[in-house]
Every structure is written in structure tokens, then in C-alpha cells.
């Protein structure tokens, strides 16, 4: 029968793969134009949604006071409309009050400007200079004296221009009435369809919530439910206490300048409560008013000074001390997102879109974080990090970069022991190296260089102690304080007990009597690396040997060491066989040295069964669990082979032996 042949590969794969992509792109651009075109529409759906999330918990607690829900929803939106056009009219007063003032201010501007003219040294020289530039413009301005007198541009000396005058006729109601409205129609229009679509959105907004889990997906109800409640929750109670702390902002603004003596306080405090929801640039540019017309209504300095040390103790009190106490450090998105995300949305919606960037920002990673299909928004604008302790790591050490992985074990130590780190961190790092080497995707020319990497790693934390940090530091790192999350501090690093050198053993004492040797690889060795440091911390030095160590040769200048304590580092959990075959050789040439077994794979089986199926003494699965072996048999006070009394009689030693001779012989 003629054998059936392989299916060669299909290149439908990647020309789907491809044809996805170029949907996806093409999908997103058309959303952007139809936000771009359709912004008249779009920008009062937005406002309308960032109102409802501020209103809604206002909502729910008239409807807990037994206040239907229409009722509720209307009583509250008038009256949240009417503040707003409380503070509209006041703002359009003040501003109409400061216009008619500033030609008043105009005078002591320009008397401060010839003093500054006049204050510093060589200011001659500048004026002469200006006077200069004045005269030389004035001489490019002059006509060409060769001109041709016919030439119809150039005008005689001694022609003069007539005077015209145009005379519009007097205006009557209804052009007036139309000049008046014409400037408030698109205004009122805008806050008309706002208030419309709050209303709405309030009073459905069970059925929305559910129309949009339809639209992501049925499959865990449930948990879709809950997240929507929970995302919606959230972003109320957010844009809630950030429009409370900055109208508060702009009341301590207002009140501040008020006393200090600047005109229209109230403007400038309304003002500043508006610009800080613009990131960064909004407590500037809040600033840069009040300040220029504080040097324009004092004839002296101090009004000026006094209101920019107002806005230099204001706005740091407000956005590093109070904003964290009351809804944490951050809005949940990475500062490379928030200029991103104004930079796009004041291109797509100009002034209204700069104040609204944060707020739809963070609706979008929310989504982000509680739809599947929507992942990517989390992922490209969230806060947290892409990656995962363990794969920072990996990456780095992958890459080559020593100083990025001591500088984020710096941050880790700061709140987690040494210890704990290499198991958590580190070790979870290099599970994921020798995963990728199983599949043979990692070559031997990398793993070299990730050896090498750890090491320089572990050499950069020799000096930090395996002991738990103080309690007040802490760290601001945000990769950190997810790798910090991440990890667990049950076992307090004071499980691992400090020897002194009269503690130890009679065959601990001396040099290179506790050796950790690496299995199989290069990465095996990074592990052993990291178990020496730990012991060497804890007053048992150890010393570090390569993956070749069990070769014939090595292994026989190992016996004639005689250490007395042998750990063997295995990443590869699939390699019992290569555990037995290593724990034979080491036991028929050193069959009084203590042998503990790391197996450091979570596809490994439990140490017990892995105890039972090899000759070693100990067998764990964790780098402390290693250390904490390694240090309970370097405190007893008996020699080598009565600790071997202790764990494995030797009778049932000397029959394994044979058993396992004789298996290996045939």
C-alpha cells in the first residue's frame, strides 16, 4: 500500500493572519473618521456618559430615600444643569467685568516693561540695537527710487490718497436678535442634546449595561455581570471625588486669589477647577492667567508673588498628598498614555477633547480590563505592566542587560527578602528559560549568555542581606510593586536560621565543604548560583560547579575533595531518569556525602515520590526549601555519616546500591 505523503504546510494561515491585521487597521481608521466627522454628535454623547457616571451614585441615593427613579433622575440633573449655568453666567460676568477693565491695566504694564528694559546691564545696547533693526526696516520698506515714473503702483510725493467712507445701515430687531443668538445656538444646542442623553442614559441604565454584555459575549453571564457593576462602580465613584477635589481645587484657587486682592477671583477659580482635568499642562496653564494680571494690577512685585507661591503650595498639596489618600496614586493609566491620549483627542476634537481625554481614557482601559475582546486597550494604555515579574526577568537576563534586572531586584528588596525574590522572581525567570530550551527554541549560544547574565545579577546583590526589609521602605517602581504583589512572604526569611562557625558541623568546617552543582545546563547553574548566595548569607559558604562536573574526570577530582554536602540543581523536570543516573554515580564515589536533590520544575513530581524513586537524602523543590535543608544538616553537631545514619539506614542503602549496580551492569 503507497503510503499516504505529509500535508504540505497551508499559506492560508499567514494570508489570514495578514488579511485579520489589515481588517483590524481598517476597522479602526474608520472609527476615527466617523469620530472626526461626526464630532458635533459624538463630543455631547461623551460629555453625556462622563455625566451619568458622576450623577448616577446621586441617582441610587434618592432611590434608597423610597424617590422614584424618574423623579430622582430629573431632580437631580436640573439641579446638577443649573450649577452649571450658575457658573457659566458667573464666568461670562467676570470675564465681561475684566474686559472693560484692562485698558486701566494697560498703563502699569507698560511701566513695569520699561523697567525691566532698564533694570539690567547693557540694556543700551539693547535699545540701540532695536533702534537699528527699526531703522534698517523702515529703509526695506521705502520704494525703489529707480521706478518707472509710468508705472501706475508708484504714487507722485505730492498725491494724496481721498478718503472713503462706507456707511452701514443701522441694524433693526431682527438683525440684532439674530447677531445675539447666532453665538449661542451651537452652545445651547450641544447642552441640549447633553442633557437629553443624560437623562436617558439614566433612566436606562440596567437595559444598556445589558445590551452591551450581549454585544461582548453571553458565555460566563455571571462573571460579565459582575465585572460591568464593578467597572461601572468604579468609574462613578473616580470621576466622582476627581470633580470634588478639583472643584475644591478651585475653591482654595478662588478664595486665595480673592484675598490677595486679584480681580475676578471667582473666574480664575472656576477656571483652574476646569484645567486640571487636563494632565500636566491644566494646573499651568490655570496658573498663567491670574499671574499676568496680578503683574498688571500691582504697581510692585507682591501681588505676582504671592500668587504664584499660592499655586506652588496648592497644586503639589493637591496631587501628591491629598489625590493618593483618597483614590490612590494614579487614574490606572501609564504617563506615556494620558500625553498620547490628549495629543489624539484635542486633534479629533480640538479644546473639549483636551478635557475630556483623561476621563474617556480611563473608561477605555477599564473595558479594557473587564472585556476579552477589548484586552489591547489595557495592554497599550493601563498602568500596569505587560509583562509579569518572572518574564521582566527573563527578558532582561535574555537580552543580555545585568544592570535593568539588578536595578528591578533593587526595587523588589525593598519590601521582599532576598530569598524570596530568587524563588518568586528569579527562579520563575529561569523555569521559563528552560521551558523555551525543552521546546529548542533557546540555543546554547543564548543560555551562555543568560549564565552569564545571572551571574553579573547575583554579583550586583552580594551586599544585600537575606533578611526582611524594614517596614517603612517601600518602593515606586510599578513593575516592582506588581513583582511585589506577586510574590508571597508566608515564610518569614527568619525560617532560614544564621550560622556561626562554631555551630556548624565537624565536616561543615573548612573551605568548599558544601558544593551546589549544576544538572544538566548552563541554566541549571544560574539556579546554583543563586542557592550558593543564599547559603553564603546564612554562614555556610558553598561553592559553584558546571554541568560537567559529573563527567568522569571532574567527578573524580570531586571525591577527592570530599565535600560533605552535594545539592544538585535540576530545571529540566522531565529528567528522573538523569536524577537516578546522577545520584548512583555521586553515591558510588562519595557514599558519606549528604546529597540533596533540587528539583526546581513545577512539572516535576513531589518531592516524596521523587525521594522514594532516588538515593538522594533530601529532595525539594524550591530554592529555600534547598537552603533550609542545606543549614538543618550543617547544624548538627555529629559527623557526615551519623547524619546519614539519621535520614537512611544502611542497610537499606547498601541494597539500593546493589539493586541499582546491577540494573545499571546489565
Known sequence: ???????????????????????????????????????????????????????????????????????????????????????????????????????????TMREKIASLRGAGPGSGVLSRAADVLQDLGKE?????????????????????????????????????????????????????????????ILLQREDLRNRFIRLTGTYDLQKTTAAFDDAARRLSRLFLTQLVLNAGFGL???????????????????????????????????????????????????????????????EPLAGHVVEPLVYGRSTGLSPVAIVVAATFWTWLWGP??????????????????????????????????????????????????????????????KERSLSVYYDEVALEGLRLAASDAARGVLDATRQARILETVREVVDDLADHDDRNPAVGETTNDPEAEAAIAETDEVESSADLPMLASENLGKAFRGEDRVVCVAAQSELDEAAALMLAQILSKHGLPARVLPADTLSTNNLAALAADQPALICLCYLDGTSSAHMKYAIKRLRRRLPSTIIILGSLSPAAGSAAQLKTAVLADEVETSLRGMSNACLTHAMRNTDTSMAKESSVPDIGMSGNLATMSAGHSS
Open 140 to 200: 526695506l520698506d521705502r520704494p525703489k527710487k529707480d521706478a518707472s515714473p509710468l508705472d501706475p503702483t508708484v504714487r507722485p510725493p505730492d498725491a494724496r490718497p481721498i478718503p472713503v467712507e462706507v456707511h452701514q445701515p443701522e441694524p433693526g430687531a431682527l438683525e440684532t436678535l439674530r447677531a445675539f443668538l447666532t453665538p449661542l445656538i451651537h452652545p445651547l444646542t450641544t447642552t441640549g442634546i447633553v442633557l437629553i442623553f443624560v437623562v436617558f
Open 252 to 314: 482654595v484657587i478662588g478664595t486665595g486669589l480673592w484675598m490677595i486682592g486679584v480681580p475676578s477671583a471667582l473666574l480664575w477659580g472656576i477656571l483652574s477647577a476646569i484645567l486640571r482635568f487636563i494632565p500636566y499642562l491644566g494646573a499651568i496653564l490655570s496658573a498663567i492667567f491670574p499671574m499676568v494680571i496680578a503683574a498688571s494690577v500691582d504697581p510692585g512685585w507682591t501681588m505676582l508673588a504671592w500668587t504664584a507661591a499660592l499655586f506652588l503650595v496648592a
Open 1 to 107: 500500500m503507497r503510503p499516504i505523503a505529509p500535508l504540505a504546510p497551508s499559506r492560508a494561515a499567514p494570508a489570514r493572519a495578514i488579511d485579520g491585521g489589515l481588517g483590524n487597521v481598517a476597522i479602526g481608521a474608520l472609527i476615527v473618521t466617523a469620530l472626526y466627522l461626526g464630532r458635533d454628535v459624538f463630543v455631547p454623547i461623551a460629555l453625556a456618559i462622563l455625566f451619568s457616571f458622576v450623577l448616577a451614585p446621586l441617582v441610587k441615593g434618592l432611590q434608597k430615600l423610597r424617590v422614584p427613579r424618574s423623579l430622582a433622575v430629573i431632580t437631580v440633573v436640573l439641579i446638577a444643569f443649573a450649577a452649571l449655568g450658575a457658573l457659566t453666567v458667573a464666568m461670562v460676568n467676570q470675564a465681561t467685568q475684566l474686559a472693560g477693565e484692562l485698558p486701566v491695566y494697560q498703563s
Open 352 to 413: 473639549i477633547g483636551l478635557v475630556l481625554a483623561t476621563p474617556l481614557t480611563v473608561c477605555l482601559v477599564v473595558l479594557g480590563r473587564h472585556v476579552e475582546r477589548l484586552e489591547f486597550l489595557d495592554v497599550l494604555l493601563g498602568d500596569r505592566p505587560a509583562l509579569s515579574a518572572p518574564e521582566i526577568f527573563y527578558q532582561r537576563v535574555l537580552a543580555g542587560d545585568p544592570a535593568e534586572a539588578a536595578d528591578k531586584a533593587e526595587e523588589v528588596l
